[in-house]
């Protein structure tokens, strides 16, 4: 287990800080109606792609979770959150080109997207732990996915492979308890998703996704595992959206209101907030440097919300070669 240095955790911090500004930025454009596609806010599961994403390498692989976009797993990487919002505005200077909506790409740091039909990541990560296994570079393929996604059967024929074939594959599952509109309880009588992994002889772990450290540690593991050719675990991390499903969606369970208490009650355990409260007390974070590292936050998604308004759209003329081509 490696010791995190006050950059490290300063790191860490700086992430989830940046990562809520932009996702606040999104929501409030898409109020605005300026952006040219749909928004699903990540505000609340900052601390799982933020904590478990910091682990890959620049030569690994990630399939993404459609909350926030990219934001959560891409900030922490280094990758520039300009090109999100240019993307969601279709600008040329998106990380798609200003072409795929909302999807987030980076080749240089291997994010393959998320998948448009949720669940779909499991079978690509799959065949990407597959290749890494092949090529025995120490690589691995991460597959991030909500609690809903793996209710498909992609997930269980991935499990299944993955294990048998003991793939350098790492799963974390944003466990938020509902898909849309749609309570777990209605379409699984299964819990934790962690059991369904341990029924496939793949490492499950139960972990608290509001916490950032908790994350990043469980997830440490799983990729030292994976690196070392043991073959896949699954990271189930409890955590919860604290905005409707999309944004201008009505925010139900059913047809009826999301319980006021309920959110209170996680609201509590936000997850920026408590990680905060913890470099405070270990004296990592002063009143001072949260002030700063927040106006920096803000000054820098102002500046990408004008980037993008300046930037050009897509040149039609050069769509035939922005088609994926192997
Ligand atoms: C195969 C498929 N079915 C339905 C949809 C529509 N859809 C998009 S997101 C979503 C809910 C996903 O729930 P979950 O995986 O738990 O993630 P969450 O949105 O709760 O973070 C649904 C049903 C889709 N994109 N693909």
Redesign the pocket.
């Known amino acids: 287990m490696k010791e995190l240095s006050k950059q490290d955790l300063l790191h860490l911090y700086r992430s989830l800080i940046r990562t809520r500004k932009f996702d606040q930025l999104n929501v409030r454009l898409a109020a605005e109606g300026k952006l040219l596609t749909f928004y ?1 806010s990540a505000h609340g ?1 900052e601390a799982v792609g933020v904590g478990a994403s910091s682990l890959a390498r620049d030569d690994d692989y990630l399939f993404i ?3 926030g976009h990219g934001l959560p797993y891409s900030i922490p990487r280094g990758i520039d959150p300009k090109s999100c919002v240019a993307e969601h505005m279709g600008r040329a200077t998106g990380w798609g080109g200003g072409i795929t909506g909302f999807h987030a790409v980076d080749k240089e740091k291997g994010v393959l997207s998320s998948a ?5 990541g499991f079978v690509l990560s799959a065949g990407y732990g597959l290749a890494a296994k092949k090529n025995g570079r120490g690589q691995i393929a991460f597959c991030f ?6 209710q ?1 059967g992609q997930f269980h024929e991935a499990m299944n492979l993955c294990a048998a074939w003991k793939l350098p594959v790492v799963f974390v599952v ?3 308890g ?3 509109f749609t309570p777990n309880c209605d379409t699984t009588a299964v819990e934790h998703v962690a059991d369904l992994a341990k029924a496939y002889q793949v490492p499950g772990e139960i972990v608290d996704g509001m916490d950032v450290l908790a994350v990043y540690r469980a997830t440490e593991k799983a990729v030292e595992r994976a690196r070392k050719g043991e073959g896949p675990s699954l990271i189930e991390c409890k955590t919860f ?1 604290y905005r409707p ?1 999309s944004e201008g969606r009505p925010d139900v369970s059913h047809y009826e209101p999301r319980s006021k208490e309920e959110i209170a009650s996680w609201m509590e355990r936000d997850p920026v907030r408590l990680f905060e409260e913890k470099l405070l007390k270990k004296k990592v974070l002063t009143a001072a440097l949260i002030e700063e590292i927040a106006r920096e936050a803000d000054e820098e998604s102002a500046a990408a919300e004008k980037f993008s308004f300046d930037s050009p759209f897509p040149d039609p003329a050069r769509l035939p070669d922005m088609v994926y081509a192997p």
């Open positions: 699903h599961h979770h459609h909350r448009g039909t949720i669940g779909s996915s909500g609690d809903g996604g793996v498909r944003e466990n938020n509902m898909a849309w959206r499903h």
